[in-house]
């Protein structure tokens, strides 16, 4: 596999397109994306929607776009150059790992202007609206314009069906695998202290998490941003011998992701505390922490479809509900061998289900179909 460049001029302007290029490319896709080439041949695969698996196959030929390079004070003249550039590298599918921003494109696409088929991730339900010529309006120059959405929870894919809103062809719900191999460095099987971790960013319940550790005296280090929540926990914990909390923006560090997968190699429990939401938070903190076969402690949440305790991983608990944080914290303290057979249900269902190989496979056996 050899990463190539391709200078592509519009206008009076220069682009850069990285593509990684195959012997025997058949199908050409253009992945959307923030993220440079370094990142996404350094991260896990499921950090970069599995295109560092794609470029290994035989199948497809992987170029990469950054919107982002496109930007000007000119919103017009930015969407124009994005459209020059697409039509220039002509690709077979569009592959897009969210939606946000890049609504213009689909609706491009829909109305014939962009010829290419589109692929997309959607982590959230499909929006409705109560105007009704609005409503049929979008379902029909936005949602037909998808060929393959991707969510990632069955309550919305059946939200998206049951309201006529795309058709079942269009739609499937698509488990996150972890890149099991890209974890195995931080593993650390024998733990010196039990230690209870929790690393999500946003709408986290920390308040019932610190609670729950503190009167249980219980280690418990949180890795999270400044949100002012997070914040006001930290506040009220700050003398607690259990309770430690990081801010990634005090670290100063370029790698964060390896860092906070670092330090996930310490604990004996991942802890998921979510705050209620209408969508699946908290979900790619389960699809990390697989791979480190430790327990995981959530909040319930009726838009994730994995169901820690029937895969026998981990417990469901409540929104807000500290006294059963504390009874499943001081449970698995005191069982080590339900730590252990955990962990083994855990390792098996990462196998079987929940790695990125098989997450890739199915992408690229769609792009195959979706290209004839």
């Known amino acids: 596999m050899q990463l190539m460049w391709k200078e592509l001029v519009i206008g009076n302007s220069k682009y850069n397109i990285r593509y990684f290029h195959n012997m025997s490319p058949n199908i050409k896709v253009l992945y959307i994306t923030k993220y440079n080439q370094k990142e996404i041949v350094d991260k896990p695969d499921n950090f970069a929607y599995y295109v560092k698996s794609m470029i290994n196959t035989n199948f497809v030929d992987i170029q990469l776009l950054n919107p982002i390079s496109f930007k000007k004070a000119n919103k017009f003249l930015s969407l124009v150059n994005i459209i020059k550039t697409i039509k220039s590298i002509n690709p077979d599918i569009l592959y897009l790992d969210n939606l946000q921003g890049l609504n213009k494109l689909v609706v491009l696409k829909r109305i014939g202007i962009l010829k290419c088929k589109i692929v997309a991730w959607k982590y959230t339900y499909c929006k409705e609206y109560s105007n009704t010529i609005k409503n049929w309006c979008t379902k029909f120059f936005y949602w037909k314009g998808i060929d393959k959405i991707y969510m990632m929870f069955d309550n919305h894919t059946h939200h998206a069906l049951t309201h006529n809103i795309v058709k079942a062809h269009q739609i499937t719900t698509l488990s996150r695998g972890a890149e099991i191999e890209w974890y195995q460095k931080y593993l650390k099987p024998q733990k ?3 230690l209870v971790m929790a690393t999500g960013k946003d709408s986290r319940d920390y308040q019932t998490l610190s609670e729950a550790c503190e009167q249980t005296r219980t280690n418990c280090h949180i890795i999270t941003r400044r949100h002012e929540s997070n914040i006001k926990v930290a506040e009220k914990f700050k003398n607690s011998q259990y309770i430690k909390f990081t801010f990634m923006e005090d670290l100063h560090i370029d790698n964060e992701y390896e860092y906070i997968m670092q330090q996930q190699g310490q604990a004996s429990i991942l802890a998921i505390p979510c705050e209620k939401k209408k969508y699946g938070v908290g979900y790619t903190n389960v699809v990390e922490a697989l791979p480190y076969h430790i327990p995981i402690l959530m ?74």
Do not use: C
């Not at 895969?311 to 006294?323: A, F, M, R, T």
């Not at 252990?340 to 289900?353: I, P, R, V």
């Open 192 to 194: 010196d202290n039990f």
């Open 299 to 372: 909040t319930h949440n009726p838009d994730i479809h994995i169901d820690l305790e029937k895969e026998g991983i981990g417990y469901l608990i409540e929104p807000y509900d500290v006294k059963t944080w504390k009874e499943k914290i001081i449970y698995l303290k005191q069982h080590p061998e339900v730590i252990e057979e955990m962990s083994k249900q855990a390792k098996k269902l990462t196998e079987k289900e929940y790695n990125a190989k098989t997450t890739a496979s199915y992408i690229v056996n769609d792009f195959i179909q979706i290209a004839k």
